[in-house]
């Protein structure tokens, strides 16, 4: 094996832990991928089928993921050969090692465009309009691939320091002001003309809008949002001690993830229609929306610009913020093909990081330029991949490596957790409710797309 067990690394606390999955899981796709898609899909009806696939699928399968990862001490690959013999079962974290590739491919350039953002936003304050909206451009694949590349560099150099120093330490503060401006702009926005529109669609469901493809966008939002179903959570688990009790921990995360996602379509929903109140189009003649992909960058620059003086700190520290957050997700997201190049094919961290990390950036260079695609990389490896990834994982832990071994693990940490309610359920929801659910909305949504 490439590495003994010390030179793998440690959390340093429980709480840097917390964050540090946290930070893994609030990023863009909180601010960005939820917003987006509870408006293209309708409203608040999507959101509380939202809120069950977190609860009833994603709660269940990160507290899978964390034993799997801190029992085995292994990148996904490797986790999955020490808790099943059979041969597919390394497949499956193979399988997320690649998914984590080519979601990194796309979530840089949109990673990009946040950080243009910043440079939009203080452009546009400092008196110059053009310089300004070049930054803003989402279609200008070389100011695209600039970004990205940036960003990949930036999160090579994270990881390259490791786990716990770094990652922690700048959660630590990111997190709380994230939170802090969400909830400023969201009462700013609450007092603008329209806004009462966007809070009614909001939070009035529409529950006769719930259809397949509703529900196969909310399952992969869910896994996306909460970094499962690739192995996210199997590695960060893999660095976390015995002491840690994994139940707790990824209550604490899956809140975390879900609230500031809340706030988030608190604050874009409403916007969108105070934009359409002075005249920004955000639907077409049939009702659709133009373009969700670029939703968040059309809609909230606008506001700014319309806030004065403060729209500058206010347009620059969230687009800072979001940045941030979206770094913290990035790291995670590299990790995972890092740490399986450390473990099984006996390279450096150094050189594991900047090999991945170089085949992602010429990925995302290519995204840059046809950002069309960002939508099919999502169809297939957040949407589809993930929730597949998601259900093998299940497939393995219980029927496999067995709840039982899976709660002995989560023992360390929760003492005596053999004897109480949650042990049941939990194997419950492993073995059969979360496989089903996830089953079935795969059955219906291919039944759906051949008739
Ligand atoms: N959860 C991250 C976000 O919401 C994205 C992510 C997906 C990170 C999968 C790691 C693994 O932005």
């Known amino acids: 094996m490439a590495t003994s067990e010390k030179s793998r690394g440690n959390w340093n606390s429980k709480l840097g832990f917390i964050l540090a999955a946290a930070g893994s899981a609030v990023g863009l796709g909180n601010i960005w991928g939820f917003p ?14 939202y809120l069950l696939c977190c609860l009833i699928i994603g709660l269940p399968v990160m507290i899978a993921e964390l034993a799997v990862g801190r029992y085995s001490k292994k990148n996904p690959v490797g986790a999955f050969r020490s808790v099943s013999s059979s041969w597919f079962a390394p497949l499956i974290g193979f399988w997320g090692v690649i998914c984590g590739v080519m979601i990194l491919s796309f979530y840089l350039v949109v990673a990009g465009w946040t950080a243009g953002y910043v440079f939009e936003e203080i452009f546009f304050f400092m008196g110059y309009p053009e310089l300004a909206s070049w930054f803003g451009q989402l279609d200008n694949g070389l100011k695209n691939a600039i970004f990205s590349v940036l960003f990949m560099l930036a999160t090579i150099a994270i990881i390259t320091g490791g786990v716990s120093n770094g990652i922690e330490k700048a959660t630590k503060l990111l997190m709380p002001l994230l939170i802090f401006i969400l909830g400023m702009m969201i009462l700013y926005v609450l007092t603008l003309e329209g806004s009462a529109e966007g809070v009614r669609v909001y939070l009035r469901p529409d529950f006769s809008s719930i259809n397949t493809d509703l529900v196969f966008s909310a399952m992969g939002q869910a896994f996306f949002s909460l970094s499962l179903g690739m192995g996210a959570l199997i590695t960060y688990g893999s660095y976390l001690s015995k002491k840690q009790n994994l139940v ?71 687009f800072v913020l979001l940045g941030m957050a979206a770094l913290t997700s990035t790291i995670s997201l590299l990790e995972v093909p890092v740490a399986y190049m ?18 992602i950036m010429f990925f995302a260079v290519i995204v840059s330029f046809y950002i069309g695609l960002i939508d099919l990389l999502v169809v297939i490896f957040n949407n589809i991949g993930l929730p597949l990834g998601g259900l093998m994982i299940c497939v393995v832990v219980g029927y496999l490596w067995k ?10 940490g929760f003492e005596n ?34 008739n």
């Open 36 to 49: 987006s898609q509870v408006a293209d899909n309708g409203g608040a009806a999507f959101i509380v089928i």
């Open 248 to 318: 707790e921990s990824a209550t604490y995360v899956t809140l975390a993830d879900v609230g500031i996602a809340f706030m988030a379509g608190f604050l874009i929903i409403p916007a969108m229609y105070v934009a359409q109140s002075s005249g920004v189009q955000i639907f077409d003649a049939d009702g659709n929306l133009f373009a969700s992909t670029t939703l968040v960058f059309n809609v909230l620059p606008e506001m700014f610009h319309n806030m004065g003086g403060i729209g500058l700190i206010a347009g620059v520290m969230f």
């Open 342 to 359: 450390i473990d099984e094919h006996n390279v450096s961290r150094k050189q594991a990081a900047w090999s991945i990390g170089g085949l």
């Open 403 to 412: 709840t039982e071994s899976a709660l002995k693990e989560i023992s360390h």
């Open 417 to 450: 957790v053999e004897n109480t309610w949650f042990a049941p359920l939990w194997s419950f929801f492993i073995k059969v409710i979360c496989p089903l659910v996830i089953g079935l909305v795969f059955i219906s949504t291919i039944y759906n797309i051949f």
